[in-house]
């Protein structure tokens, strides 16, 4: 297509689209994306990419798969719709129900479906609360998150996702909510001193949700909700006894421990979800994105036995009130069961785990190779390098610099696209992603760092 054609399509779309995170000045240099295969795509210009985020950390399948495709299409010819409310069901909801209680943790057997991740996590938030004032404590309705959480901006995620740029502009901070800090370990255990209380970086970084339960006072608190992997957030891979404290936690004070699973389940850490890491199981699960690969939108959540019991014997009357349209849709669950039917096939999540060895020793050698790359970090098939002005001191680049910006614009170049945050730039390429294309992949961004002098 001409350029003269781009520009067109581009004049067009400022005119009548409004993006997330919606500025002009962001999409000034907007791609318009045509066709993608595999782990390629391409541009309306013809110029091809390494997808270096799958999407948005979603097409765990790669593009172009036509089983997905066609599974959607003769569910569309046969039944296109059905309403999920009680006294209705379809039979791909219940056999992608039947599919998960199969793959997913062993307390966890019963699914509400949504359509996306945002919808994922008010369905978590709503029902933590439901649970408790069932079983006759009203009082625990607080939330707390994590610093650095993504967790979606709907009115409910929107307030345990702990980035204040998603909630500043909106007035509509909802009381309940709270946040501790991340691990991070890059910044937790700098300097670490152990006591007899946190002998460890990750027991102290998981005794910071002791300390937020007893402040807001345990009888108050519903739930606790944390990525495995903080995905948006940089990437960020906890310590390995981090999570056996939080459960111990969550336990020790009746709290829901809720993991968002939107980016880190189907496969994408090595695992088919990501908290089988660290041989801990939640009380309740979100999921979304690698469910259907992102070719048509459903989420959804996973609740425990006990969860699913209190539902089941609540008072008609005082059922769990809470609905989409769009729950259990017969051509959004078809396209799951075509999905985990490729992943099956082809064994992605042992897959996943043995290109994902090499991409994080790919991502290590940068940071071998660059003093300016302050960590690489990641697991699986999910990475990132975060860029730091002094590696030894974790000085970061002054805003002004955009540095992740920079290094963008030097990969775009070279054929890599991903979304940088600020002066960190994350990975998540398809579970499809060849070696050879891995190799590639680190490739550009060791040339695309000598570029900008990092």
């Known amino acids: ?52 985020l ?105 307030n345990a996702t702990g980035m204040p740029a998603y909630w500043e502009m909106f007035n509509s901070k909802i009381p309940g909510f709270s946040h501790i800090a991340s691990p991070y370990p890059l910044y937790f255990n700098h300097n670490f001193q152990p006591t007899d209380e946190a002998p460890t970086p990750g027991i102290a970084a998981a005794n910071l949700l002791e300390e937020a339960i007893l402040r807001e006072g345990p009888e108050t608190v519903a739930a606790f909700i944390a990525e495995p992997v903080q995905g948006a957030g940089g990437v960020i891979v906890p310590q390995d006894d981090y999570f056996k404290r939080i459960r111990q936690i969550c336990d020790q004070y009746e709290v829901l421990f809720i993991a968002d699973e939107v980016i880190t389940g189907f496969g994408r850490t090595g695992k088919w979800f990501g908290l089988e890491h660290w041989g801990v199981e939640p009380d309740i699960m979100d999921f979304a994105k690698g469910i259907t690969s992102g070719y048509i939108p459903l989420g ?51 897959r996943a785990a043995e290109t994902g060895a090499h991409f994080q020793a790919g991502l290590k050698a940068l940071e071998a190779n660059h003093p300016k790359v302050g960590e690489a970090r990641g697991i699986g098939m999910m990475g990132a390098i975060e860029l730091l002005d002094d590696r030894a001191t974790r000085r970061k680049f002054p805003a002004e610099v955009k540095i992740g910006d920079k290094l963008h614009a030097e990969c775009t170049k070279r054929g890599l696209w991903t979304r940088p945050r600020e002066h960190i730039y994350p990975l998540s390429p398809p579970l499809t992603t060849t070696r050879d294309e891995i190799d590639r992949i680190v490739n550009i961004l060791d040339e695309s760092l000598t570029a900008i002098g990092a």
């Open 300 to 350: 959804g959540i996973g609740i425990s036995d006990d969860i699913k019991a209190v539902l089941d014997n609540a008072d008609p009357a005082k059922r769990w009130m809470h609905a989409y349209t769009y729950s259990g849709h017969p051509v959004s669950t078809a396209v799951a069961l075509a999905n985990l039917d490729y992943f099956e096939k082809h064994d992605l999540v042992s």
């Open 1 to 52: 297509m001409s350029a003269h054609d781009l520009q067109s399509v581009l004049e067009a779309d400022r005119r009548h689209l409004i993006h997330p995170l919606h500025h002009p000045s962001s999409h000034a240099a907007a791609k318009v994306w045509v066709k993608g295969e595999g782990s390629i795509v391409t541009d309306i210009e013809g110029n091809q990419f390494i997808d270096g």
């Open 54 to 158: 799958a999407g948005l950390w979603c097409v765990n399948v790669g593009h172009g798969r036509t089983e997905l495709a066609q599974a959607a299409s003769q569910q569309m010819e046969t039944l296109a719709y059905a309403s999920g409310y009680s006294g209705s069901t379809n039979l791909n909801a219940v056999q992608l129900a039947e599919r998960l209680a199969e793959l997913t943790y062993p307390r966890i057997n019963t699914f509400y479906f949504t359509s996306g991740g945002g919808e994922s996590t008010d369905s978590a938030i709503k029902t933590a609360r439901f649970y408790w004032k069932a079983k006759g404590k009203s009082d625990k309705v607080k939330i707390i998150s994590r610093e650095q959480g993504y967790h979606g901006v709907t009115i409910g995620a929107m």
